[in-house]
């Protein structure tokens, strides 16, 4: 959903969705028969309280599926730069091609892996980026193949291991990438949050700028933490690619790959 891609656009939606229903709600109590009456006035105060605090657990529900979510994702930056210093590591130690080619393939990998994530999905260039890492994949495992039915060693079977990891970690990231917050969750949160602006507005015996703005902008400023965190790549908060750019600047200075590169 667009909405959810794009964390300023939803607060903006938010904030304009729940002043209507504030406004809605407000506009509603004039047509309450016992709107002076002490006892309506505290059923509704005691309305108000549950509903928000059903909302207090739905929005630490999701903020904590967020933050897991994007906890998860960071730590598998971390796992596929190790998986990449690995397999270049132990590509040293095997026969021809790998022992020429899989440097500078690790090198192309490197450079595609940072640029998928680093992009906006749906971008013709992150399209470009995954194709490439697909075929360098493929380059990798063929050449592995190739020592393999030479020479069947120790050293060449950690290799093939390391290059399982490889793919095995490329498939845990673009799972995270995918395995976003339910809309579910946010069709409830959605509903949830324009109740309970539409309560406190039908509670609300005169107008109060400072009372109606402020809940608003609570709940859509956790609405959009919450928003930012589950998106990848489109929000403010992003996945650090720290680990992958240190690795590409670490292998750059090694000896002879500037002949390489």
Known sequence: MYLLDHPAVLFAVTCIVLLLAHEFGYRLRALAAHRDDRDWQKEVRETRGQIAVLLSLLLGFAMAMGLSRFDERKKLVADEANAIATAY?????????????????????????IAIF???????EQQSAMEQSRAIQQ??????????????????????????????????????????????IWLLLGFLAALTSLVVG???????????????????????????????????????????????AELQLLPGDAQAH
């Open 89 to 113: 590591q132990r590509a040293a130690m095997q026969a021809e091609p790998v022992r020429s080619r899989a440097p500078s393939l690790l090198h192309d990998y490197l450079k595609a892996r």
């Open 139 to 184: 380059a990798l495992w063929s050449d592995a193949v190739a020592v393999a039915q030479q020479n069947q060693t120790p050293i060449v079977a950690l290799y093939a291991q390391s290059l399982n990891m490889l793919f095995d970690v490329d498939g845990e990231r673009v799972e995270a990438t995918l395995n976003r917050i339910p809309v579910d």
């Open 118 to 124: 680093s992009l906006a999905r749906g971008n013709g």
């Open 202 to 248: 039908y509670g609300q015996r005169h107008r109060s700028w400072f009372a109606t703005f402020i809940p608003v902008l609570m709940v859509a400023i956790s609405i959009s933490l919450i928003a930012d965190l589950d998106t990848p790549a489109s929000g403010f908060i992003q996945i650090n690619q720290h680990s992958l750019q240190s690795l590409r």
